[in-house]
């Protein structure tokens, strides 16, 4: 199902939108970044942007995280777990972060399934907007995560100049149409023909980074990078955890009680693998004492075949959010682009 | 959840963040790609900064010790109780002093200054990481005069050659060490001077190895080829500099190498050279004699005043270089002018409507010692002071403490009263990062409990030793510094969210006073090792990272695997001293005599040991007040 929104119908959705729960989009921060923020009125929303830094994975898995509640009640302690049914839609959100919220869920279905997760993700509608101008940094082209999506969203909207083409995903994407129904059309053949040209086009314009991940793939999965190799690389990372916290595919955790008006608060909190204390053990033994042996368990994670057949993808989106980021210079194309070629800074 | 645009608290690169709260608490922290200082890249510390705020042990009522037992007050008992005590002790004609903080904001800071200044009739007046940054700050002071010329990180970023006087810069300043490896990555010439193969000197073009305590030699080599080989920048010298002639005299006979030479030409013929420094502790002359050299260094070949171009002390606290605008220092007051400074005195005297005291007052460890009150804001003086469990010893001893703190630290819990704090998430103000600008701090979420915003307590405190303090709010404060110190008025006036600039910039009236480093700190007798506190801060003891579940994690595991500490020392002097790693050796100074677990690190050169800044207290008698002893090593 293919429809289409005039540009001046959508204020009247979103009103429509935000009657049903927190709508969250790109906005204009206070200091001028583009960030995700649950919108307060239809025309904060931003339509021409730059990706936010900060990718809205912490609507799905905030940093700070609290799952149960924990309560003394006489001798016994009571554990009351900790869920968010409300109901919220992203909208305006980029094809590389639906891919990435995608990923986390799957992951997060697994067995044990993960309860606070789903709650949260199972009451996210995912609105997304497909990229005509792809990002400086992004190489969604890569990862088969963007410029468009095939799937994954409930809607997906393109700019087709007057109007936007809407793409049906999912019964919550019709449910979001529902709310304003007289606003959507069948769309043209014409329409559908445009967003395919647009798509055409907005491939044939990616910036300079490029993740080549097939040859990559092959050397860490068969142990062929050299330890060097690593050893090289490891200078050149900060151990900030940038990379892992504003990447849209990184779930790694670790767990923290509140104390909190005489209850307590379990609590995940994001954590980094590049963190030397990461995999301290209370003996005091760490088997990823070094940086070098860090960094490969991070990339062989995101891009090893053992990894890519588990979950049918690489951990990565190709959003480029880690080539702003890093501290240093160990953003995945260039760890991609050193292990493919063999050399580092060369 | 709102994003609440706010100032990184920990180290003093000055980077930049969101946080974010969602139903009053802190959740975390989101990079902000518009920060002119961070520019949407955080390190760990800056990504785990939500922490300490949420997990750590908040203080959230005043608290007055009776018994021996810190009891909950209201926060009009306590505040009399406070001003009662001090006045009864200024009246019996006891000494009283404040201690400001590094990591305390500038409105807090400046009216501790002015509550021991204009209520207490004091300059007793000081902040422990002075005692550490001090010698640097000085040593700069003596080459450049009052105001040297500041840099940005952006500068060294853009540099060609970066010579680096290397601690741990990826650790103790990952924002600044990103600048130097962005610098390399397009081409400069990293040049370091460091004693163990640091991740910085792996990066370097040219890593330079020095023994310890006498990296001035290495500084007076590359001052001497300079001078040798005529690479001197003419105008700067003719037009820039004293002392040239007694320059050259001082430099003869200094040892230069083929190293030292290509340094020399590297640093000459850069249109762009960034010279980094962190503080050097330690007691004489020469512990300053570093940054002189380094300052010389960088004004005779043309680099000092230059834009693009200059010197970056490496300062560990956020804002370090906020305390010391504030007057936080005894010889100094607000705008770092000289206690004697007519102008100053006069306008500070008109501001606060009393006589301010003239003589320098005591430094924060001759403080401990002898005063018998003391306020503390927002510091912990024997996590911070080199001598560690010996300050805490004497903070035991002095006659009424109070502490103003967000968090329960060492020092609070030996506190006659506690005035809980608003934490840096939960108050308004300002902090001054080591390049000079100067950025606001906004409140996320309410503080705990009855905890108030420290320049709130202080004001009250001020008026009670009958100071004006009609401040409805922290940039009321920030208002009269402006009037207090000039160089913050613009800073009022901007209205930018991050806050505005107050950097001092190149000009061409600058004079430099040329100084080689001469004198190295250790000499060593045959058989002797040279034994170094290593680093200057203990980022394990600091509250922000103590108490924050990630960010504590390394240091929690390393105290708890060697409750007695350790002394890193080579494989080849370990073999031939015949101790097994993790077996103790003993060290003998001209000071004194301890014992101490060891631990092999493949990095060190021979004759070189290493006690981290975190265990000095294990070998408090074999350092004394230095930094780098002479030591004799043997079986224990």
Same mark, same amino acid.
């Given at each position: ?15 429509? @939108? ?27 929303? @931003? ?47 980029? +094809? ?31 609105? +997304? ?47 979001? @149409? ?9 769309? +043209? ?90 995999? @301290? ?22 891009? +090893? ?42 | ?132 940054? $001090? ?14 010329p500041?840099i940005s990180l952006n500068d060294v970023e853009s540099s060609q050659t970066i010579l680096l006087i290397e601690? #741990?810069l ?6 600044a060490a990103s600048a130097v490896m962005a610098a390399v990555e397009k081409g400069a010439h990293l040049i370091t001077i460091a ?5 910085m000197s792996r990066l370097a073009s040219l890593p330079l ?6 990296e001035?030699?290495v500084i #007076?080599g590359l001052l001497?080829a300079v001078l040798?080989f005529?690479l001197e920048d003419?105008?700067s ?19 230069i190498t083929a190293e030292m030479r290509q340094a020399a030409e590297w640093i000459t013929r850069a249109t762009r050279a960034t010279f980094l420094i ?15 050299a380094l300052a010389t260094l960088a004004a005779v070949t043309g680099h000092l005043g230059r834009p693009g171009s200059g010197l970056l002390?490496l ?34 005297? $008109? ?155 190149a ?19 045959? $058989? ?88 000095? #207290? ?19």
């Amino acid at each position: 199902m293919v429809f289409t929104i005039p540009k001046e119908g959508t204020t009247k959705w979103l009103e429509k @939108l935000l009657e049903a729960g927190e709508v969250i989009a790109p906005v204009r921060g206070p200091c001028g970044d583009v960030i995700f923020s649950a919108l307060r009125s239809p025309t904060q929303v @931003l339509w021409d942007f730059e990706n936010p830094l900060n990718p809205p994975k912490q609507f799905v898995l905030p940093q700070t995280d609290p799952l149960v509640k924990i309560k003394r009640n006489g001798q016994r302690h009571e554990v009351e777990p900790i869920y968010n049914d409300a109901p919220r839609t992203l909208f305006n959100v980029r +094809s590389c972060d639906v891919a990435g919220i995608a990923f986390l869920t799957q992951i997060h279905e697994a067995e044990p399934a993960d309860a606070s997760y789903l709650h949260r993700a199972h009451n996210l509608t995912l609105i +997304s907007l497909a990229c005509t101008t792809p990002c400086p940094a992004g190489f969604c082209v890569c990862t088969d995560s963007g410029p468009f999506l095939t799937g994954g969203y409930d809607l997906q909207l393109t700019d087709l100049g007057g109007s936007f083409l809407v793409e049906v995903g999912s019964k919550e994407g019709e449910a979001a @149409l529902a709310k304003a129904p007289d606003l959507f059309r069948q769309a +043209s053949e014409n329409a559908v023909t445009q967003r395919k040209e647009l798509e055409a086009a907005a491939k044939a314009h990616f910036g300079p980074e490029t993740c080549h991940f097939g040859s990559a793939m092959r050397r860490i999965s068969t142990g062929r990078v050299p330890d060097a190799l690593w050893e090289k690389m490891a200078d050149w990372c900060l151990e900030c955890g940038g990379c892992n916290f504003v990447c849209p595919t990184c779930y790694c955790f670790s767990v923290k009680d509140l104390r909190q008006n005489g209850t307590w608060l379990r609590c995940r909190t994001w954590d980094s693998c590049q963190y030397a204390a990461f995999t @301290l053990e209370a003996s005091g033994h760490n088997p990823r004492a070094q940086r070098k042996e860090r960094m490969k368990r991070r990339f062989f994670h995101k891009v +090893s075949a053992q990894y890519y057949t588990r979950d049918g993808a690489v951990g990565c989106v190709g959003c480029g959010r880690c080539v702003k980021t890093c501290l240093g210079s160990t953003h995945m194309p260039a760890v991609v682009a050193a292990i493919r070629k063999g050399k580092w800074h060369e | 959840m709102v994003p609440v645009p706010t100032t990184c608290p920990f180290c003093a690169c000055g980077c930049g963040f969101y946080l974010l709260a969602n139903q009053e608490r802190l959740v975390g922290v989101a990079p902000s790609e518009a920060h002119p200082v961070s520019m949407g890249r955080l390190c760990a510390r800056g990504w785990g900064a939500h922490e300490a705020a949420l997990w750590g042990s908040r203080l959230s009522q005043p608290l007055v010790n009776r018994n021996g037992k810190l009891e909950p007050v209201s926060w009009a008992e306590a505040l009399d109780h406070v001003a009662g005590r001090i006045k009864e002790l200024i009246e019996a004609g006891k000494p009283v002093g404040v201690l400001g903080s590094a990591r305390a904001t500038n409105e807090e800071n400046y009216l501790a200054g002015k509550l021991a200044r204009a209520g207490f009739h004091t300059n007793h007046l000081d902040f422990s990481y002075h005692s550490i940054c $001090g010698p640097l700050l000085k040593g700069l002071e003596e080459v450049c005069g009052e105001c040297p010329p500041s840099i940005s990180l952006n500068d060294v970023e853009s540099s060609q050659t970066i010579l680096l006087i290397e601690g #741990d810069l990826a650790k103790t300043h990952p924002r600044a060490a990103s600048a130097v490896m962005a610098a390399v990555e397009k081409g400069a010439h990293l040049i370091t001077i460091a004693h163990t193969a640091t991740q910085m000197s792996r990066l370097a073009s040219l890593p330079l190895p020095a023994v310890p305590g006498n990296e001035g030699e290495v500084i #007076d080599g590359l001052l001497a080829a300079v001078l040798h080989f005529g690479l001197e920048d003419q105008t700067s010298v003719k037009v820039h500099c004293e002392g040239f002639h007694t320059l050259r005299r001082d430099l003869e006979g200094a040892k230069i190498t083929a190293e030292m030479r290509q340094a020399a030409e590297w640093i000459t013929r850069a249109t762009r050279a960034t010279f980094l420094i962190p503080p050097v502790s330690g007691e004489g002359p020469p512990s300053h004699r570093e940054s002189t050299a380094l300052a010389t260094l960088a004004a005779v070949t043309g680099h000092l005043g230059r834009p693009g171009s200059g010197l970056l002390p490496l300062l560990a606290r956020c804002n370090v270089r906020g305390a010391c605008d504030m007057g936080i220092v005894p010889d100094r007051l607000p705008g770092y002018r000289p206690l004697a400074d007519k102008e100053a005195r006069q306008r500070l005297e $008109g501001l606060w409507g009393k006589d301010l005291p003239s003589t320098p007052g005591l430094d924060a460890e001759s403080m401990l010692q002898s005063v018998s009150a003391l306020i503390v804001l927002a510091d912990d003086p024997p996590a911070v002071l080199p001598s560690g469990q010996r300050a805490k010893a004497a903070l035991g001893k002095v006659e009424f403490l109070v502490v103003l703190d967000a968090f329960l630290t060492p020092t609070a819990q030996m506190a006659h009263v506690v005035l809980p704090m608003a934490s840096f998430a939960e108050t308004d103000g300002t902090i001054t990062n080591m390049e000079g600008r100067v950025q606001r701090l906004h409140v996320a979420t309410d503080p705990p409990g009855e905890a108030r915003p420290g320049w709130q307590i202080l004001a009250e405190l001020c008026a009670r030793f009958e100071l004006c303090t009609a401040y409805r709010s922290a940039l009321e404060v920030l208002n009269e510094v402006g009037c207090a110190t000039p160089k913050y008025r613009p800073v009022c006036q901007g209205e930018d969210k991050w806050g505005g600039i107050g950097m001092a910039r190149a000009s061409n009236g600058w004079k430099f006073r040329l100084l080689a480093a001469e004198a190295p700190r250790v000499t060593l007798a045959d $058989g002797q090792h040279v034994l170094v506190r290593d680093g200057d801060f203990d980022w394990g003891r600091d509250p922000l990272v103590a108490f924050s579940p990630t960010l504590s994690r390394d240091f929690q595991s390393e105290r708890k695997l060697f409750p007695s500490g350790y002394v890193e020392m080579c494989k080849q002097d370990a073999d031939a001293v015949g101790v097994h790693p993790g077996r103790p050796v003993k060290l003998t100074s001209a000071q004194g005599e301890a014992v101490i677990p060891t631990r092999v690190r493949a990095d060190l050169k021979p004759g070189v040991l290493l006690v981290p800044y975190a265990f000095r #207290d294990h070998l408090a008698n074999v350092l004394g007040t230095h930094s780098v002893t002479a030591v004799k090593v043997e079986q224990a």
